[in-house]
């Protein structure tokens, strides 16, 4: 069955520096991406989703990229803010649509 | 913005009794999902839900799930016979359209089974 993995459970940054948080599937079939933001107590939050014919995306202050040939997936978040302190998740489609999740990155600004 | 709701926030049962779990999905979304994160894990699927049909259900969806519409807002998961085992947070989540369209997810009903 598919997986989706993490490569760093714990990211801790700087604010205002850029943050990086990857993720690896090994479905090679998937044709969709998404990153999700939970916050404590909260549900997944939708951030930035990627189709499979496309290698880069933006929205505000987020870039994702998408290597298909090494099945790996990336976040970056411009200029981080103590606001985006959370649980980062990929996620990738999968039979059925339903959304297989990584294990999850906690992300944590310092001021 | 619109946003999917879920009641209750917190569900205290006790072992072997049926719970119920509701959610009401973005009023223009046409699918509709659960999953479940119990404490320190992933998110995983449960199942996808169109038309008044069940679209896909995961190995952990037993007979002991269900999952309905009951009216034009509201979808609903029950749980006949809980165990301890079922014990997690509880997500809905729904979606405009099928293929490669964002789930959009409640904030979760915790369910705690004693």
């Known amino acids: 069955g598919e997986s989706v993995g993490l490569h760093l459970p714990t990211l801790s940054v700087q604010e205002g520096d850029n943050s990086i948080i990857n993720c690896a599937y090994s479905?090679?079939?998937?044709?969709?991406f998404i990153w999700y933001k939970q916050e404590s107590g909260k549900g997944p939050q939708f951030i930035i989703d990627?189709?499979?014919?496309?290698d880069k995306r933006q929205g505000q202050r987020v870039t994702v990229l998408l290597n298909k040939t090494v099945k790996h997936l990336s976040l970056q978040i411009a200029a981080t803010q103590p606001g985006d302190s959370a649980v980062y998740f990929c996620?990738?489609?999968?039979?059925?649509?339903?959304?297989?999740f990584g294990a999850g990155t906690i992300l944590r600004v310092k001021s | 913005e619109p946003e999917v709701t879920q009641t209750p926030s917190h569900q205290v049962t006790q072992m072997g009794q049926e719970v119920i779990l509701r959610c009401v999905p973005i009023?223009?979304?046409?699918?509709f999902y659960w999953y479940r994160q119990i404490l320190g894990q992933k998110v995983e699927f449960l199942v996808s839900?169109?038309?008044?049909?069940?679209?896909?259900k995961s190995e952990i969806f037993d007979d002991q799930f269900s999952v309905e519409r009951p009216d034009g807002s509201n979808f609903t998961l029950k749980i006949r016979s809980t165990k301890l085992e079922d014990s997690a947070m509880y997500f809905c989540?729904?979606?405009?359209?099928?293929?490669?369209?964002?789930?959009?997810f409640g904030d979760g009903t915790r369910l705690s089974i004693l």
């Open positions: 989540a729904s979606s405009e359209w099928f293929s490669n369209q964002p789930q959009h």
């Open positions: 996620a990738v489609n999968s039979k059925g649509n339903k959304l297989v």
């Open positions: 009023s223009n979304h046409l699918y």
């Open positions: 839900f169109y038309n008044n049909e069940i679209s896909e």
């Open positions: 479905n090679s079939a998937s044709d969709y």
């Open positions: 990627i189709r499979s014919n496309m």
